[in-house]
């Protein structure tokens, strides 16, 4: 039996993180959605108890170091059964870029054996399962707006967004999430999104309180070690992008714009400083209708 799931990037319209846990998780409050820049994840049974992972890309392991592994042993001893896949994994999302390319992988591998192995589990019960991977996976088992808060696995979905288009730039760099993690120095950070704002925005449907409340409190720790980040930022602005912002950890850059006839100029004016450029629009995967 094979089944494909679809694993879209997210970005961070709002990043917060309040505090940190005694075990140094982070407390998070972030405004996540999906876009539709997706890797492809194909799921075979197989006859041993197994776990098989093949992927298009040089950069990643195909060992229990994978987040898609990862999700099929939290999967296999939470429902106690001992049955095998090999995952074959089509790679879209730039990696070690901040988009959730890992984790939606994850979070397509629980949905997809979810619905393989005939388990009934709902999508919280994946969520919670997902954390165990990695906190972006029960965001990711959802893909689809939603405040995140908690140590990531408390998703409350929101009304779909306005309609926008996006434009995503990667710099030819990666950036270490653990590594930007542990440089968050609490009683430094200078300014936090206002998160309230930006859900009132989305709620109200109203682009002008979506674009003044976006924020990403990790972005000038990343941007003070890649410059190119800020660079990159006010590229997208000066081009007409009406906001934009570092997602995750970067090091991928947004721009945020309500009309299509300006997204196209930001987007082709934009190729010519940023190798790798992505035209995209806002996904919600699993809502339901």
Known sequence: MQIVEKAPAKINLGLDTLFEHSNGDKEWDMVMTSVDLADYVMLESLNSNRIEVVTDSGFLPNDRRNLAFQAVSVLKRYCHVDWGVRIKIRKAIPVAAGLGGGSSDAAAVLRGL????????????????????????????????????????????????????????????SVSTPNILRQVNYDRIAAHPHIDGLLSGIRNQDFEAIFANMGNVLEPITAKRYPEILQIKQQLLTFGADAAQMSGTGPTVFGVCRKQSRVQRVYNSLKGFCREVYLVRPVNLTERV
């Open 114 to 173: 979810n619905r393989m192995w005939s388990l009934g589990l709902d999508l919280a019960t994946l969520a919670r399962l997902g954390l165990q991977v990695d906190s972006d996976v029960p965001y990711c088992v959802y893909s689809q707006t939603a405040h995140v808060t908690g140590k990531g696995e408390v998703v409350t979905p929101l009304p779909k967004l306005p309609p926008m288009w996006i434009v995503l730039a990667k710099p030819k760099i």
